[in-house]
């Protein structure tokens, strides 16, 4: 890989990683700014800001977009614009070059019926189902024509990025995320109580489905020597088929509504795949970690506290964690809360807590004197580490 000097030391971290077994220190996501663009760091001059990547600092003028739609749907601009931030940053640690072709968080949605609206700095789905009288059952519809651009965009982005890069599978979300994507949320909380074997129903034509669409981005996407693969915003890397799984619709449902319309369908769907992260999103989403935490075939427990809310290593996250590691998970943790100190400092306390074999940090962008900071703390101070936490007999 062009942009990643130690893939393969990085690729067997990963595999361990997945089996619970990691050696040395965590796994840990640093991606450091090259000298040259650090002037424009420190004075902000971003000329623009990738959600899934970071910011483009002094981007040359060729590689700016006019609109949304140029962004998200030129595949010489979005490949342009990506080799140019793999050349002002290194990734170091177990980061990796990883590209996203996204059409936003549930792109399933619009693969059965949705229009998208492109922002900026986001992506909406038009919800398109009014009512269920008279709808058909969701099936697979190679010929839609948002599935059809996005195949196209991501071969493109594919043959573009040779061997430099991944290309990510997109977030295409599945279960009650996608029925609330074409429904609305709250024409789907009436749904529930109202019509829930419908909605039974569709959560599992959804899931019938999921794989029609993912393995067909697979095949564009994998590495061809080991079958790798890597899965957007979230920077992982496995060997076969990875994906981060979610019901963010949790929050507006109880844990006996969950069990009913989600977690038989989670059971399948991370049964077919090689590795899997779940996504835990916000404070009311941690009722469900028990029946999450059931489904065998997740190997890691992602958690966020929402948009705009403090990072994973305060510790009041650590009864979540103390579940995750206790029913045999790994855990992700995003570190972001504070200055470059306070980073240290709390991923410091979760190492000593939870130990080396289990762990990967997500850290923000940072100089490169930080991240050789960071970088040399770890080895010296996070190497082989047991963890003081105990599970209980």
């Not at 840990?28 to 970071?54: F, N």
């Not at 009014?130 to 058909?136: I, L, S, V």
């Not at 564009?220 to 981060?244: C, P, R």
């Not at 992700?332 to 807590?353: I, P, Q």
Request: hydrophobic share 35%.
């Amino acid at each position: 890989m062009r942009y990643k000097e130690n893939w393969e030391e990085t690729k067997e971290k990963w595999r361990r990683y997945w089996k619970h077994e990691n050696t040395g220190r965590p796994l840990m996501c640093v991606i450091a700014r090259k000298p040259e663009i650090e002037e424009a760091a420190q004075t902000m001059e971003a000329a623009d800001v990738c959600r899934s990547e970071g910011r483009y600092y002094r981007l040359p003028e060729e590689l700016n977009c006019k609109n949304p739609e140029e962004k998200y749907l030129n595949a010489e601009k979005i490949v342009g614009r990506y080799r140019y931030f793999c050349e002002t940053h290194e990734f170091l640690g177990e980061s990796f070059p990883n590209m996203n072709v996204d059409f936003g968080p549930g792109s399933l949605a619009a693969y059965l019926g949705a229009d998208i609206v492109f922002n900026d700095d986001t992506i909406w789905f038009e919800p398109c189902i009014d009512d269920w009288d008279g709808q058909p059952p969701f099936a697979f519809r190679e010929d839609n024509p948002w599935f059809k651009r996005h195949m196209e965009l991501t071969k493109e982005c594919v043959a573009l990025a040779g061997d430099d890069f991944y290309v990510c599978i997109p977030d295409l979300m599945e279960n009650l995320d996608v029925i609330a994507a074409l429904r609305g949320p709250m024409p789907m909380i009436y749904d529930l109580i109202e019509e829930p074997e419908e909605i039974e129903a569709r959560v599992k034509q959804i899931g019938d489905l999921y794989f029609e669409y993912y393995d067909r981005f697979y095949e564009l996407v994998k590495n061809q020597k080991d079958q790798g693969s890597a899965y957007m915003v979230f920077q992982i890397w496995g060997e076969g088929k990875t994906a981060k799984l979610q019901c963010d619709f949790g929050a507006m449902i109880s844990p006996d509504h969950f069990r009913k319309f989600v977690l038989d369908s989670l059971k399948e769907q991370a049964s077919k795949l090689d590795q899997a992260v779940y996504h835990l999103d916000g404070p009311d989403n941690i009722k469900h970690l028990d029946a999450i935490l059931e489904v065998e075939g997740i190997d890691a427990i992602q958690w966020t506290s929402g948009d705009a809310g403090p990072d994973g290593t305060l510790e009041k996250w650590d009864e979540i964690y103390d579940k995750a590691i206790a029913a045999g998970k790994s855990i992700w943790v995003k570190v972001y809360s504070g200055e470059f100190e306070d980073w240290l400092t709390n991923a410091d306390r979760l190492v000593k807590r939870y130990g080396s074999h289990s762990l990967f940090l997500h850290f923000p962008e940072m100089s490169k004197e930080q991240a050789d900071c960071l970088l040399d703390y770890a080895e010296k101070n996070w190497r082989d580490i047991e963890g003081t936490f105990k599970i209980k007999e």
